[in-house]
């Protein structure tokens, strides 16, 4: 497939000096690199499902709302150490 792209004359240089070094076209090159970065991406393995683990225990202390979590902070704060 033909694609015309722009760049900038920074890029284009350098793009050019690349190639040039490694012997292939400009084209190749882009193509060569964009494969190599394209393929990079896939992921190897699906992550593994998150798992929450708890301790043991009664549950919130009385009166505490986890819905609300500035007043677990002052439950905190109020507590004896």
Known sequence: MRMTIS???????QVRREAAAKGVSM???????LDDVL???????PARPFQLVTVGGD????GIDLDRPRAIETADDECPS
């Open 7 to 13: 760049l900038d004359d920074r890029l284009a240089a």
């Open 39 to 45: 393929e990079d991406r896939t992921p190897s393995a």
């Open 27 to 33: 084209s190749a090159f882009i193509a060569a690199t």
């Open 59 to 62: 549950g919130p202390r009385p």
